[in-house]
């Protein structure tokens, strides 16, 4: 029998990344969306292309054997697809896990194979399928709930590809880089063993890999997106050019390797190579990732456990430096009121409406008594003191 996936998000990660990879694994893959664009699109066709740039030159794959349904007006279709499939991962943003999880848990009730589903969560975030889990035990009956495991079973991720938005005429066609790596937790599956999918590196400890990777590519990226917006640039490689820029994500980066090195037994020679393999991939001048894509949504980005706060606050709690961190935070503060971006509107609004120390907690989620809170709330001040900030307060 055919192997099935079922991939709720198809965007840019969905289709150029997670799709690609069970595609290879043959899998026949079921993209769930909402976007009627997309579905309509995906129902239409029989194939669409992935195409790495890199300086080495453009490479192609086809893509195909998949179909696609829209979970607003076919949820029992949904639930019919998921009670019969093996995997199903997502890649929907991790504010969106609330919303899906409803039909995945009416879909692992509805199971009867002996072989539990693997659900994989494939977002930027620590914990995004154990967050999903928790959202899908929410939606199933209480007496259902000691025996999900024989009928499903969560693994963590730590996914890696920088897929930026694509040109408005490129239809399903996805522009990636060359570069890619995805790190499973091995251990969920016990007895019944992991799927198979050679492009997924098992591990039995998800935490070094996705801590390096959320506090190094994307502490760096969304420093460089930032600084880079503020100083007018279009891209995140346009904005790597400017040596000030490209300086500041150097330091960030010292800052965060310092933890890497010290909590997770990483080498310094190692860290250091892998920063520099991050700081070739984000300036891949073919990917033309722009500094709105990559700094979008920074209310999730200077949440408690993201990609400033996460690392600071551990560096704190070490009494290690962390000054270029909240130089990062500071700039995703001033992030504000940008066309497109609905948290950049809530946060100007948070912003304006609060005392610094209620929004650093509002914010950030860190707890006053916290070693890093004082930094914070001199970096929200700081924003709302500002001149131009004060304007819109009053
Ligand atoms: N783009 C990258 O470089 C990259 C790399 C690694 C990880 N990620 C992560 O992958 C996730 C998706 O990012 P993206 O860049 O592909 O975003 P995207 O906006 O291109 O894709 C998200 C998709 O989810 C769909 N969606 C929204 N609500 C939904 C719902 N209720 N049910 C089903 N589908 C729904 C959207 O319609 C869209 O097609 C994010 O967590 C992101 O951090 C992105
Ligand atoms: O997807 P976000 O919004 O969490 O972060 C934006 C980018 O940093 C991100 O999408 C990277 O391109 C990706 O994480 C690379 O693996």
């Avoid at 494939?122 to 025996?147: M, P, V, W, Y």
């Avoid at 694509?166 to 060359?178: C, F, H, M, T």
Wanted: hydrophobic residues 40%.
């Amino acid at each position: 029998m055919e192997k099935k996936a079922i991939h709720f998000g198809g965007g840019n990660i969905g289709r150029g990344f997670v799709a690609e990879f069970l595609h290879t694994a043959g899998f026949e893959v079921v993209f769930v969306d909402v976007m009627d664009s997309i579905i309509n699109a995906l129902q239409d066709t029989k194939s669409y292309q992935v195409t790495e740039v890199s300086d080495e030159g453009e490479s192609t794959k086809t893509i195909t054997n998949y179909r696609a349904i829209n979970s607003k007006t076919h949820e029992s279709d949904v639930i019919q697809e998921i009670a019969t499939a093996s995997v199903v991962t997502c890649a929907v943003g991790p504010n969106i896990l609330k919303f899906i999880a409803p039909v995945i848990a009416k879909g692992i009730d509805a199971r009867t194979d002996a072989t539990p589903l693997a659900v994989i969560a494939c977002e930027n975030a620590i914990g995004a399928t154990d967050t999903l889990h928790q959202f899908i035990k929410d939606n199933t009956a209480q007496d259902r709930i000691g025996s999900m495991p024989d009928r499903a079973r969560f693994a963590n991720s730590a996914i890696d590809r920088i897929v930026p938005g694509q040109a408005p005429d490129s239809g399903l066609n996805v522009r990636i880089e060359k570069f890619y790596e995805w790190a499973v937790e091995s251990t969920p599956f016990g007895e019944f063993g992991h799927p198979e999918i050679p492009a997924i590196h098992w591990v039995g400890n998800l935490e070094p890999y996705i801590e390096r990777k959320l506090f190094t590519v994307n502490t760096g990226h969304a420093t460089v997106a930032y600084h880079g917006y503020h100083a007018g640039k279009k891209t995140i490689a346009e904005a790597l050019q400017d040596s000030r820029i490209r300086n500041i994500v150097r330091d960030v980066l010292q800052e965060t390797a310092s933890l890497i090195i010290d909590k997770h037994e990483i080498s310094a020679a190692e860290q250091q190579e892998y920063v520099e393999t991050i700081i070739t991939r984000i300036s891949n001048p073919y990917l033309e990732d722009t500094v709105e894509r990559v700094g979008r949504a920074p209310m999730r980005k200077v949440s408690r456990k993201e990609r400033f706060i996460g690392p600071a606050a551990q560096l704190a709690e070490r009494g290690g430096k962390f000054e270029s961190l909240m130089g990062s935070l500071e700039m995703a503060l001033r992030f504000q009121n940008v066309e497109g971006d609905e948290e950049s509107v809530e946060l100007a609004k948070v912003l304006k409406e609060n005392a610094p120390a209620d929004a650093a907690i509002r914010l950030t989620g860190l707890d006053r008594d916290h070693p890093l809170f004082p930094h914070v709330v001199k970096v929200v001040d700081g924003v709302q003191s500002d001149a131009k900030y004060t304007a819109r307060r009053e």
